[in-house]
């Protein structure tokens, strides 16, 4: 039988000392004749920007945004890279230079509620993130000159925000049609595929982005609570009215190439120069098969062709009929026919979207 002396006595420091002066001989005398092995210690540099007392990302702040941090450079880990599962399909240079701001005249009423929408959106998206619209050239470099000036902070606070909600529509509208198709017991005619693709492209247009800054506390929660909103209203929209959601997606779609033909624009008068300097990504290189002296110029242009091809895609889904009634003209190359019809790349391009009496269904 054990038996145990329990002191229920409070602990005194005066307790604590009489312990610890009786224990601490026999605890030196155990560790003095314990073998030890020889190591040899090493000092490893922190990673730049490694605050060691806050074990927190010690970067640096966007100037005048509170967006987001400039990441330093670092060595990308390749062990776990998988293939792309919608491969980019690749665009003519000279077609993608031809892209340019276009837009469709509402005709509907369902038309002119998402332009309504969606220039809402815009003006609140323009205040969050310093933008400013030139009315023309002048106008531009007077808006680069002032203390409004577009940084490559504020570049890529707006391209960080942008992508991370342009990549919601695709994903919910290709899962509730998935869910139709099943329900209905019947194919939904390679619109899935398309949408989810279009879905896919945006987040690698985010996840380039965030190869050069990561978002701040504020953009994060700001996203969250966006995201949390804009996501159920597209879904449950879309449920109602698919139409209406496709025609906004288009029109949001013409905005996103009216923000990058600016900063095309930007970068051709060398109006920020920091952001011409910027590297591109190895994420971005892989995904667009660029060259290895591809620039940030390059970059761009493949971005605002991406966005182009997702306003000519929803424009044209809008003026379909949904649930089966209509293939996907993306999805299929029709054959022996001499009429121009869409193609999953940019060649027939029409920025406004294909009507439906153009189309072969």
């Avoid at 013409?254 to 060398?270: F, H, K, P, Q």
């Avoid at 000519?312 to 996907?328: I, P, S």
């Amino acid at each position: 039988m054990l038996a145990f002396q329990i002191h229920t006595s409070p602990i005194t420091r005066n307790t604590l000392y009489k312990a610890g002066s009786i224990y601490s001989p026999r605890i030196t005398r155990t560790l003095a004749t314990t073998k030890t092995a020889k190591v040899t210690l090493t000092h490893t540099p922190p990673p730049v920007g490694f605050d060691q007392h806050n074990l927190q990302p010690n970067l640096p702040k966007a100037k005048g945004t509170g967006l987001l941090y400039v990441l330093p450079k670092v060595e990308a880990d390749a062990t776990f890279i998988s293939e792309p599962a919608f491969p980019h399909p690749g665009f003519d240079s000279q077609e993608m230079k031809a892209i340019k701001f276009e837009h469709r005249p509402a005709v509907t009423i369902s038309d002119y509620c998402a332009l309504g929408f969606m220039r809402g959106l815009r003006h609140t998206f323009d205040f969050c993130t310093g933008y400013k619209e030139p009315r023309d050239k002048a106008h531009q470099i007077a808006i680069a000159n002032s203390a409004g000036r577009m940084t490559v902070d504020k570049w890529l606070a707006r391209f960080v925000v942008l992508e991370s909600i342009a990549g919601i529509p695709g994903a919910v509208a290709g899962f509730l049609r998935h869910l139709h198709s099943l329900r209905r017991f019947r194919r939904d005619k390679a619109w899935v595929e398309t949408l989810l693709d279009e879905a896919y492209n945006e987040k690698m247009h985010l996840l380039t982005f965030l190869k050069i800054a990561k978002p701040s506390l504020f953009t994060k929660c700001l996203l969250y609570v966006g995201q949390g909103i804009f996501c159920n209203a597209f879904f449950f929209t879309y449920l109602i009215n698919p139409k209406i959601c496709h025609r906004f997606v288009g029109y949001l779609e013409e905005e996103a190439v009216s923000t990058y033909s600016r900063c095309i624009s930007d970068l051709e008068l060398g109006l920020c120069p920091e952001l011409a300097k910027t590297e591109v990504p190895q994420i971005a290189k892989d995904y667009w098969k660029l060259s290895d002296d591809a620039t940030f110029y390059d970059l761009i242009q493949y971005v605002r062709a991406d966005e182009a091809k997702h306003r000519e895609v929803n424009h044209t889904f809008a003026n379909l009929k949904f649930y089966g009634q209509d293939r996907n003209p993306f999805a299929l190359t029709v054959k022996g026919t001499d009429k121009p019809q869409p193609t999953h790349s940019l060649k027939n391009h029409k920025a406004t979207g294909w009507e439906r009496g153009d189309l072969i269904l």
